[in-house]
T-cell receptor, first 113, second 115 residues
Framework: DSGVTQTPKHLITATGQRVTLRCSPR?????VYWYQQSLDQGLQFLIQ???????AKGNILERFSAQQFPDLHSELNLSSLELGDSALYFC????????????FGPGTRLTVL | AQTVTQSQPEMSVQEAETVTLSCTYD???????LFWYKQPPSRQMILVIR??????QNATENRFSVNFQKAAKSFSLKISDSQLGDAAMYFC????????????FGKGTRLHILP
């Protein structure tokens, strides 16, 4: 158990819908990262937040957005969903230690029908 | 931009034997971290081993060791005495030293353990 929690575990929805994925980082970790794992694109970095502020953006679509709240949990919002958005979405958190090691949550499996 | 390449999509090894997974990367940075992550069927991402680029000594964690060749930008993972529980997807990954940067992953190598 990494200490990072993600809800829900599984999500099935239809094209055009909007969903919210939630992540709670390890206690004390200020950084949260979102990654998408799909069959064709592999594991890709989407976005990073640090203590409530966006720090870095990767290959995140405009239909996707995220935020980090004062209690440091983070939400990834996916809208106007398409079949190709079906993937495993990971959240990771890190502290500002020597290695800044990222600890991964169990992931949310999103299926768009 | 940094890239990570794993040229072996799948590999198989007999139980108790040794297997080496290959990884190459490209970067213009002189200091960085390299990782091997394991993803079993549960889908959890598990850190197997870490290597700091400034360290010449190869990292070792029990049955797992790496061969880090900085000049060649090569970072292979050796698994000794392979066990059935080692069956998983293995990802080679890169991260810059700059603050807490994103991780760049290779496409992965699926490792099968033959009983």
């Amino acid at each position: 158990d990494s200490g990072v929690t993600q809800t829900p575990k599984h999500l099935i929805t239809a094209t055009g819908q909007r969903v919210t994925l939630r992540c709670s980082p390890r206690s004390g970790d200020l950084s949260v990262y979102w990654y998408q794992q799909s069959l064709d694109q592999g594991l890709q970095f989407l976005i990073q937040y640090y203590n409530g502020e966006e720090r870095a953006k990767g290959n995140i679509l405009e239909r996707f957005s995220a935020q980090q709240f004062p209690d440091l949990h983070s939400e990834l919002n996916l809208s106007s969903l398409e079949l190709g958005d079906s993937a495993l979405y990971f959240c990771a958190s890190s502290s500002m230690g020597v290695y800044n090691e990222q600890f991964f949550g169990p992931g949310t499996r999103l299926t768009v029908l | 931009a940094q890239t990570v390449t794993q040229s072996q999509p799948e590999m198989s090894v007999q139980e108790a034997e040794t297997v080496t997974l290959s990884c190459t990367y490209d970067t213009s940075e002189s200091d960085y971290y390299l990782f091997w992550y394991k993803q079993p069927p549960s889908r959890q991402m598990i850190l197997v081993i870490r290597q700091e680029a400034y360290k010449q000594q190869n990292a070792t964690e029990n049955r797992f060791s790496v061969n880090f060749q900085k000049a060649a930008k090569s970072f292979s993972l050796k698994i000794s005495d392979s066990q059935l529980g080692d069956a998983a997807m293995y990802f080679c990954a890169y991260r810059s030293v700059n603050r807490d940067d994103k991780i760049i992953f290779g496409k992965g190598t699926r490792l099968h353990i033959l009983p």
